[in-house]
Every structure is written in C-alpha cells, then in structure tokens.
C-alpha cells in the first residue's frame, strides 16, 4: 500500500494501480476527512458507508489476483518443519484441523 501510494503522489498511475487498486480510493477518502474536518469544521458524514466500501474494494481486488496469479496452486504453502511447530507444542495438528486436513 505504502509504495502504491508514493507512485500515486509521483504521478504514476499505472505502477500504482498494479500494486494496490485502492491506494487511489484511499487517498481521496483520506482528503475528504481532512477536508471536512479541519477545513470546513463539520462532523464527518458519510466516510465510515465509504470506508467500509473501500474494505469491500479490497477484499474483491484480493480475491480476484489470487485467482488471477494463482489459478491452480496455492499461494502459501504450510511446511510442517517450522519456527511455530518448533515452539508451539501441538502447533501442526491445529493447523491440520483448521485446513481440514
């Protein structure tokens, strides 16, 4: 997001885009609180339904690259020698359960 943002203010669009499709949503949300608070001295209406519906624009684009990238194959792989099993007694078959495995 941090880096979306910068090429946003850089004035590059498209590399913004490709990095997080609502760095831009963010960003005029984040004008409208300044703009309404600290300029015009009002309470705030409306940005919480508008930042719910960027939440909503950002689990879509999620979901939509993980299908786009990653059709076929996981995108995270569980490797049962990790730190976690390692420290965590019981830790693998927790993660067996909640992957229904």
Do not use: D
């Amino acid at each position: 997001m941090t880096r979306a943002v910068i090429y946003l203010l850089k004035g590059q669009f498209l590399r913004s885009w490709a990095l997080n499709p609502a760095a831009g949503l963010w960003m005029l949300w984040a004008f409208w609180l300044f703009l309404e608070r600290y300029i015009r001295g009002r309470k705030c209406r409306g940005l919480s339904w508008a930042l719910c519906g960027i939440a909503v624009f950002m689990v879509i684009a999620y979901v939509v690259r993980m299908k786009m990238y990653f059709p076929n194959k996981p995108p995270y792989v569980y490797t049962g020698n990790n730190l976690f099993s390692r420290i965590i007694p019981n830790y693998g078959q927790m993660i067996r359960h909640l992957l229904g495995r």
